[in-house]
């Protein structure tokens, strides 16, 4: 299956634009970008749960940013106790312009596609990564 490389190769020579070249991002980081992007803003435990990674992960990772001025904490207007993340006005426009190209492509490649069948297409990459992983923990990569 050539074509997953070669995507990947594609992803990888995209250019950040210059708001956020310096930062350092890694695919953790535009994991939660993408997320609050496509679907707003979130609180912490709702970004560890879609990214399934630790609370305390995606904790260490919004400070972080936080601290870049690529994303604020506000506290929830339903609960005050909780803490909302968003991206801030300032760097949206940036991240924007560069991972909407790639959530686009998906809007029109899962478009079409019934809920069933964007199950599968999930799926599968969920399968294949842990296969792929597997793979690496047996040493055949």
């Known amino acids: 299956m050539p074509v997953l490389p070669r995507l990947v190769g594609r992803i990888k020579r995209l250019p950040p634009p210059e708001r956020l070249r310096s930062l350092d991002l ?11 992007l496509l679907d707003g803003p979130l609180t912490v435990s709702q970004l560890a749960e879609r ?6 992960t995606v904790s260490l990772i919004v400070g972080e940013l936080t601290q870049k001025d690529v994303l604020r904490r506000r506290a929830d207007e339903a609960d005050r106790r909780r803490r909302i993340v968003d991206l801030t006005d300032d760097a949206r426009p940036a991240v924007s312009q560069w991972l909407s190209p790639g ?5 029109e490649a899962l478009g079409p596609l019934t809920p069933e069948q964007r199950r599968v ?7 294949y990564e842990a296969a792929f992983t597997r793979a690496l923990d047996r040493g055949n990569g």
Request: aromatic content about 6%; proline content about 7%; charged content about 10%.
């Open 103 to 107: 959530a686009q492509a998906w809007r």
């Open 51 to 56: 990214l399934s990674v630790a609370p305390t």
């Open 121 to 127: 297409v999930v799926d599968t990459f969920l399968a």
């Open 26 to 36: 890694t695919p953790r980081h535009l994991s939660l970008l993408s997320m609050l």
